[in-house]
């Protein structure tokens, strides 16, 4: 099925963005890991991109219907990916953040995303 060539954008930048956050962890870089927010939601339009044209396709050729419904499937695990990898990035950013020095160090050791968001009143701390 030559479709299955439409998954390769998808791919390729959901490898990217997990490669990019691996070194974003490891090298605590902020500024990589700001930048992947943006190429996850380059991602989420390629993969609603390509979902649109397997969709279309699948009108066509009601015989291969089940074969484009498992490569859309397929895209959105992808995609899925590149949102676990963004998380782990956005993970590492609150890690490397200073947080004030009020904190006590007990909280400190908490989920640092959810404790900097309770820290400014976006988020209960319960």
């Not at 009601?62 to 676990?84: C, K, Q, T």
């Not at 200073?98 to 050791?109: A, G, H, N, S």
Request: glycine share 2%; aromatic share 6%; with cysteine.
């Amino acid at each position: 099925m030559r479709e299955v060539a439409l998954l390769e954008p998808v791919h390729r930048l959901a490898v990217v963005i997990f490669r990019d956050s691996v070194r974003t962890f490891a090298d605590g870089d902020c500024e990589l890991a700001q930048m992947l927010k943006l190429k996850d939601r380059e991602l989420d339009a390629v993969t609603r991109d390509v979902s649109e044209k397997l969709v279309a396709r699948a009108t066509m050729d009601l015989e291969l219907v089940p074969s484009y419904v498992d490569l859309i499937f397929v895209a959105r695990a992808l995609e899925r990916i590149g949102d676990h990898a963004t998380n782990i990035a956005e993970d590492s950013f609150w890690r490397d953040q200073k947080l004030p020095t009020f904190v006590i160090p007990t909280v400190q050791k908490k989920n640092i995303r959810r404790v900097h968001l309770s820290l400014i009143g976006l988020v209960s701390r319960f």
